[in-house]
């Protein structure tokens, strides 16, 4: 059974332009959340995906953004690209957005923006 | 608002030593309670999660949790720690509106031999 994946693994772009993270729930899972952890801190939620919507955000600015596919699969988008972009971003699957359903975390993509 | 603190930067401790990482938060109502934990390049594997019921929650690999809701605490445990429990511990919050999840700063654990 494979568990959530996540592409690229790593990704170095250059301040001002967008990139696109991939990632794929663990099987039977339908809601994909997403999170920003820059070094030495601890993961921040970013906006969850379920039934093809966002569902909620945290404190982030409307460069981010997503969208979540028929099959469950998610993309993160993020434009004009700054430097304090540079974060590990990890998708999250989880059955279901309800209170108390623990969250399953992908390897990650490293981002860098020079 | 929610917030989980996790007061010590780092824990050092001997192999086969109690390890405890600790752990406090502030949510209004009732809260739900997670440790994960993360390897060196590696996203954040679930060890254990406190919903409601019994306060002392059993998780993977040998860890267990107490739940305090009078000094609002969730400090991770294991009895015996082993080399391999050396890592990087986060304690997580949800409450409302679904399961989003709140970290702390993070703990680091090494366990010498």
């Known amino acids: 059974d494979a568990g959530v994946t996540q592409s690229p693994t790593h990704l170095i772009k250059t301040r001002g332009q967008q990139v696109t993270l991939r990632c794929s729930p663990k099987?039977?899972?339908?809601?994909v959340s997403w999170y920003q952890q820059a070094l030495g801190q601890g993961p921040q939620f970013i906006f969850q995906?379920?039934?093809?919507?966002?569902?909620q955000r945290g404190n982030f600015p409307d460069r981010f953004s997503g969208h979540q596919f028929p099959n469950y699969s998610s993309e993160l988008n993020v434009n004009a690209l700054l430097l304090g972009d540079s974060a590990l971003y990890l998708c999250?699957?989880?059955?279901?957005?309800?209170?108390?359903?623990?969250?399953?975390f992908g390897p990650g993509t490293r981002l860098t923006v020079t | 608002a929610q917030s989980v603190a996790q007061p010590e930067d780092q824990v050092n401790v001997a192999e086969g030593n109690p390890l405890t990482v600790k752990c406090t938060y502030s949510?209004?109502?009732?809260?739900?309670l997670f440790w994960y934990v993360q390897y060196p390049n590696r996203g954040l594997q679930f060890l254990l999660k406190?919903?409601?019921?019994?306060?002392l929650v059993k998780g993977s690999y040998g860890f267990e949790a107490e739940f305090n809701k009078s000094q609002t605490s969730f400090h991770l445990k294991k009895p015996s720690a082993l080399v391999s429990d050396s890592a990087l511990y986060f304690c997580?919050?949800?409450?409302?509106?679904?399961?989003?999840?709140?970290f702390g700063g993070g703990t680091r654990v090494l366990v010498k031999p």
């Open positions: 997580a919050v949800s409450r409302g509106g679904g399961n989003k999840l709140t």
């Open positions: 099987s039977g899972h339908d809601t």
């Open positions: 995906y379920y039934e093809e919507e966002e569902r």
């Open positions: 406190y919903i409601t019921g019994d306060n």
């Open positions: 949510v209004s109502g009732n809260p739900y």
């Open positions: 999250a699957s989880s059955l279901g957005s309800g209170f108390g359903y623990e969250q399953y």
